[in-house]
């Protein structure tokens, strides 16, 4: 699976951004979908994920009730709406694939795909 992050910019504190990821290769739906996040000097952080069918999704403490994700199988992309930004939002985000979802979806050495990251910054 080729994985092709974008959408990433510099949006001020209260804003939104949408970033998407566009895969290509192999079956989209087989896949769950996973965004992290990685801040400068800091480890890769889960930020949500979404099964293969898009029924179940998880998200990360930090961005609960801020982030959604949204998947179209049909258009083999997965996107995820940032509101309410805050400066600490700011990281490279990177989209992954896995094929099964379950409760390690939150762990980054479980997915077997990776985009090549997109860079969000967040002013103050």
């Known amino acids: 699976v080729q994985l092709q992050a974008s959408g990433g910019g510099l949006v001020q504190a209260g804003g939104s951004l949408r970033l998407s990821c566009a895969a290509s290769?192999?079956?989209?739906?087989?896949?769950?979908m996973g965004w992290f996040r990685q801040a400068p000097g800091k480890e890769r952080e889960f930020v949500g994920a979404?099964?293969?069918?898009?029924?179940?999704?998880a998200y990360g403490d930090s961005v609960k009730g801020r982030f959604t994700i949204f998947r179209d199988n049909a258009k083999n992309t997965v996107d995820l709406q940032m509101n309410s930004l805050k400066p600490e939002d700011t990281a490279v985000y990177y989209c992954?694939?896995?094929?099964?979802?379950?409760?390690?979806?939150?762990?980054?050495?479980?997915?077997?795909?990776w985009g090549q990251g997109t860079l969000v910054t967040v002013s103050s």
């Open positions: 992954a694939a896995k094929r099964f979802y379950s409760s390690y979806i939150v762990r980054a050495p479980t997915y077997d795909y």
């Open positions: 290769g192999r079956t989209f739906s087989d896949y769950a």
């Open positions: 979404i099964a293969g069918s898009g029924v179940s999704t």
